[in-house]
């Protein structure tokens, strides 16, 4: 324990002198739109077409195991940091004595000596947008979409599409996916703006899909929208953990993305090779491509410096989602927490039923709230439980419920303590083949994977991946429970569990 300590206390003290020196559940809608038909020039933030770009910066070989510098970046773990530079954290330790085993996240703006084996083909190191700009962040407060999109003279400021049943102009869509998604508003308008003029031309291109993203039925604005935020956060947390080390464009040529690169500028790198190659590719990922666009409207992203996950992070004590005297089945291991794919941040819950598949449940088999906190959204698309109760969703902790009743879900400003009600689980948003609740976490906006150097603790219960997306298990002390839609005996979860 001592050691512990001591070792922690060191890692701090480095972290302090280093700012001083360097000052689903799958939730994609079904609905249809009714909009204007799209084209796929590409526009760069002065409504001029792709043309010279400025040249990309390289990086030279490196023999095996070569220590180089690296700075530490927001988020940054050391399993995601072995897995970026070809490593392993045994050796990454060893190089930085001062960092502790147990550390979870590395302070931003912390020197590291990091050991590297060098693989051919690395992309770009040119960093797009940092991490605050792309998540709904804290640094997106007081922009407001509506407001920004009245003061210019584009297509998409009049733009609207019928979605849930209702008529939503651009800017409702703009903060509808910004919010679900957890991804900056100011982002998306930008995307919109360079690929569609969106922000500049008088009317939409003239193409099926706007964004050039393939899906069938798919092809209006909003719902290339859609597409856009879903694969954005596929590369986003794909990079912050370290799965997305490499991928292809659309000729399918290889893409490994430089090791010192961060998960905002790789989410764009990713979200463009799914449409461009060669020199349109190389340069909408540029000084001169969207981080243009994204300046000209909402200047230099770079210029505002915030620490979106600090270092050694801690997530604060949490209970099981249902009460402690009840026994629920873990239904759905790791997997998206709003969309398909990445962010593995969420975990499945079905109460006991005497039948499967769309039942109410029964009166005593309530969603709890996991810890105190504030109701800051409330609706078919999910509660947001904030736990700092500043009364803003994209700032602390925060706990994300999906599947909730209309009937009793706890309404908005709800002030609630650990363990009160604050739903009941239902087939309810998103798609559901039975009754249950999904629960995922964010801090600062950023979606947190469950299974990860800062797992999704509940009453002691830890999460783990499994082969395959919805499965994987839960640990306490001696016993594990394996995530099956099943809900069998094998399944069960209880809070009273030793």
């Known amino acids: 324990m001592n050691k512990t300590i001591k070792l922690t206390n060191t890692f701090m003290t480095v972290t302090m ?70 490593t392993n954290v045994d050796e990454i330790l060893a190089a930085n004595t001062f960092i502790p085993r147990e550390a979870t996240t590395m302070p931003q703006g912390m020197p590291i000596k990091m050991p590297i084996y060098y693989r051919a083909l690395w992309g770009s190191a040119f960093q797009i947008i940092p991490d605050h700009a792309f998540v ?77 993203l393939s899906r069938p039925f798919w092809d209006s604005p909003y719902l290339q929208l859609v597409l856009a935020v879903n694969t954005l956060n596929n590369g986003y947390y794909g990079w912050r953990t370290g799965k997305l080390l490499e991928f292809e464009d659309d000729d399918s040529i290889l893409i490994r993305p430089d090791p010192w690169q961060n998960a905002g500028s790789v989410a764009l790198q990713y979200y463009f090779s799914r449409m461009f190659t060669g020199d349109e590719y190389n340069h909408a990922i540029s000084s001169d491509g969207l981080y243009k666009t994204y300046a000209t409207f909402f200047g230099d992203p770079w210029k505002e410096s915030f620490d979106l996950i600090p270092g050694s992070l801690q997530q604060p004590e949490l209970t099981l989602p249902f009460p402690a005297d009840q026994t629920w089945n873990y239904t759905g291991g790791p997997h998206t927490g709003w969309g398909t794919g990445e962010p593995f941040s969420a975990l499945d819950f079905a109460p006991p ?60 400003g709800s002030d609630l303590k ?67 839609e099943c809900g069998d005996a094998y399944t069960a979860v209880s809070g009273n569990y030793p």
């Open 136 to 212: 709904n962040s804290p640094t997106s407060i007081g922009f407001n979409t509506a407001a920004f999109l009245s003061t210019q003279p584009g297509w998409f400021s009049t733009y609207r599409a019928y979605v849930g049943g209702e008529w939503k102009s651009g800017a409702e869509l703009v903060d509808y996916a910004a919010v679900n998604y957890s991804i900056n508003p100011k982002l998306l308008l930008a995307i919109l703006e360079y690929q569609g003029g969106a922000l500049t031309q008088p009317e939409p291109p003239v193409t099926k899909n706007l964004l050039g």
């Open 17 to 86: 002198v280093t700012v001083v020196l360097l000052s689903s559940c799958t939730s994609l809608p079904n609905d249809q739109t009714l909009a204007a038909t799209p084209n796929s020039a590409v526009f760069n933030g002065a409504n001029q077409p792709a043309s010279a770009m400025t040249p990309l910066p390289t990086r030279r070989s490196y023999a095996p195991g070569e220590l180089v510098d690296y700075t530490a970046q927001t988020g940054d773990t050391l399993p995601a940091l072995a897995l970026r530079f070809n």
């Open 353 to 412: 039923a005497e039948q499967s598949g769309c039942v109410p449940a029964k009166p005593e088999n309530f969603a709890a709230a996991v810890a105190d906190g504030l109701v800051v959204r409330s609706g078919i698309d999910g509660i947001a439980l904030d736990l700092d109760r500043d009364g803003d969703e994209r700032t602390g902790w925060v706990i994300f419920y999906l599947h909730l009743a209309t009937d009793q879900r706890a309404p908005l």
């Open 418 to 484: 650990a363990g009160d009600m604050i739903g009941y689980p239902s087939c309810e948003g998103g798609r559901s083949t039975g009754t249950h609740l999904h629960i995922a976490r964010k801090y600062n906006g950023e979606w947190i994977p469950a299974d990860s150097p800062l797992p999704f603790i509940m009453s002691g219960w830890i999460p783990h991946n499994g082969v395959r997306v919805y499965e994987g298990t839960l640990t306490k002390g001696g016993l594990t429970v394996t995530a099956c």
